[in-house]
């Protein structure tokens, strides 16, 4: 059974590829050759880039790019297929002063939004490139599923891109895979980090310039008590990634490693000083083995008995070894960002010949992850009852999940959060204002309007507003 499942989802990657390459086909003829198309533009796009740099070629063949290839593939996607709906921020330098970058996928990139968000990180270790490709590859994929659903949705001038597939109405299969990522790209940002060591790349060495393992970098909840930042004490890749990830606060994460294949979720630390493996259990425990089993699943033999050493395809951090100062915990006690760490492939560096067929394997597994952290997330707002606006120091706390940091966003109200399936009982609190509990399913849009302690009369209070 599990042959049949890995032929089919093959065969439905390779008809959905002969799209993708068709489609990088019409990227490359030049745009006023095309059906009128309305982005809102950036101001800093350049045309021609969309023209030359988005060839054919690049995308068809397998390899891993060097880092300035990297940054002219990106610079590429920016101008060309994800012209409008994208956005390059330079989010630091290495040890050796290479550019680190990060690319947004959303409609209005830039700007804040009320959507969930997810970040994708690759190539932490420089070692283990495979991330960098597929991270690179997922931003494009969301880019051409975009537009051709925009396409379709405009009426005559539905097709061009999205013809090659309506062509073969039988493959409902690859079309749900573009549907799916076009959800993504409307109902999510996406942050795209393809690297995080191009020192450690260049190298082909897993620890960046400076000989540190930035995945041990991150502050450690269990000996640094607070888990303060202190930019200054880590290296600079570390720093920006921290930067970056503070300012989004995405909702959840996936960084890529190699050197197994399996899913692994939070904790990796575990406390005590005997460092000996065990399972370590985080408040979301059950979000997470719920998070990291849509990614195993959606492949082809990672939850499957082929996986020998991880029959389901998952596995808690410190179960399997614990680490201190990764970036999995630090983005889940810090940024309210539920991170799960993929092993794509059981050997590092695996041959580029091999690339194809990764790609094939992780891309459904990674749109399924992004599918259900943009449609399954519990989302919100938290607002003054009178003005409708954001509660200041407003803090939402999940019953049975306790001391994790939730809150929802200064600007907007809004909050994302992935929890366990089932009802959950929800509190909000502010300084100045009545708590409110209410009760939802996981996934349930629930809004959330808290009265001001001095507007209320006190027989005005129902029991139910100050339950905690
Ligand atoms: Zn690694």
Excluded at 55 to 80: F, I, P, Q, V
Excluded at 121 to 142: K, S, T, Y
Excluded at 149 to 158: E, N
Excluded at 367 to 390: L, N
Aim: aromatic share 8%; proline share 5%.
């Amino acid at each position: 059974r599990g042959e049949m499942v890995f032929v089919g989802v093959r065969g439905v990657w390779a008809v959905l590829w002969c799209v993708l390459v068709l489609a990088a086909r019409v990227d490359a003829t030049p745009r006023g050759s095309l059906a009128p198309v309305t982005h809102r533009r950036l101001a800093n796009d350049e045309s021609a880039k969309a023209t030359g740099g988005d060839a054919k070629g690049s995308w068809s063949e397998w390899r891993y790019r060097s880092n300035e290839e990297l940054a002219s593939a990106m610079d590429a996607l920016h101008a060309g297929p994800c012209a409008g709906i994208s956005k390059l921020t330079t989010i630091g330098t290495s040890v050796r002063g290479v550019e680190m970058r990060a690319m947004e996928v959303s409609t209005q990139p830039g700007v804040e939004q009320t959507k969930p968000g997810i970040m994708l990180v690759g190539n932490m270790h420089g070692d283990e490139p495979v991330g960098r490709e597929l991270i690179l590859r997922f931003a494009r994929l969301l880019c051409i599923a975009h537009e051709r659903r925009q396409r379709s949705a405009g009426g005559d001038d539905a097709g061009e891109r999205g013809l090659e597939l309506e062509k073969d109405p039988s493959d409902e299969a690859s079309a749900n895979l573009l549907d799916e990522a076009a959800v993504v790209a409307s109902h999510a940002r996406v942050f795209l980090v393809p690297t995080m060591n191009p020192d450690g790349f260049s190298a082909r060495r897993r620890n960046n310039a400076a000989s540190v393992d930035l995945n041990r970098d991150f502050p450690d909840q269990f000996n640094e008590p607070g888990m303060p930042a202190r930019f200054d004490a880590r290296q600079p890749e570390t720093a920006a990634m921290m930067r970056f990830s503070e300012g989004v606060n995405a909702t959840a994460a996936l960084n890529f490693h190699e050197g197994a294949l399996v899913a692994n979720y939070p904790y990796d630390a575990i406390s005590g000083t005997n460092r000996k493996a065990g399972y370590s259990k985080s408040p979301d425990d059950a979000a997470f083995r719920r998070l990291a089993k849509v990614y195993a699943r959606a492949h082809p033999t990672m939850a499957t008995a082929a996986n020998e050493e991880f029959p389901e395809g998952i596995t808690n951090g410190a179960r399997w070894y614990p680490l201190w100062g990764g970036m999995q915990d630090w983005h889940y006690i810090k940024t309210q960002t539920m991170d799960v760490t993929v092993e794509v492939n059981e050997r590092k560096w695996p041959d580029e010949s091999r690339l194809a067929r990764l790609w094939n394997e992780h891309a459904p597994a990674m749109i399924a992850y992004a599918t259900a952290v943009a449609t399954q997330s519990t989302t919100g707002r938290v607002t003054d009852s009178a003005t409708g606006e954001p509660v200041r120091g407003a803090v939402l706390a999940v019953a049975g999940v306790d001391g994790v940091r939730f809150t929802p966003s200064r600007r907007t109200g809004y909050y994302a959060r992935f929890l366990a399936p089932g009802r959950h009982e929800v509190t909000a609190s502010a300084p100045g204002y009545y708590p409110q509990t209410r009760t939802a399913d996981a996934g349930a849009r629930l809004d959330i309007s808290l009265r001001r302690m001095e507007d209320v009369r006190m027989e005005d209070v129902r029991m139910e507003d100050v339950r905690m």
